[in-house]
């Protein structure tokens, strides 16, 4: 079972990738906004070494949904939105 990533609302929680300069364990945030895109708001929170901070996010680093009862729910992207990060991520990787 997963989660389209645009049926994420505002208030979820949800686990993001790490990241490995400040920590290998995975942030936690709460997503800020109900937009719909390859962007999301969130607000991050203070754990696993991580300051709390609220910032737009690219949705292939959101991995799963918390749920209330502890558990886990993976979040998958639609194809669309995955060709366009591709092309963004290959930019970004190849700018130079």
């Known amino acids: ?31 800020y906004d109900n937009t719909k895109g390859i962007t999301r708001t969130i607000k991050v929170q203070q754990t696993n070494g991580y300051y709390p901070d609220i910032g737009s996010n690219y949705i292939d680093e959101i991995k799963f949904k918390l749920n209330d009862d502890g558990t886990k729910t993976p979040v998958r992207i639609s194809e669309a939105h995955a060709k366009k990060l591709f092309k963004i991520r290959d930019l970004l990787n190849n700018w130079r």
């Not at 208030?11 to 945030?29: F, K, N, Q, W, Y």
């Open 1 to 31: 079972m997963y989660i389209e990533h645009n049926d994420l609302k505002k208030g979820d929680m949800v686990e993001l990738t790490a990241i490995p300069m400040l920590s290998h364990e995975p942030r936690v945030a709460e997503i």
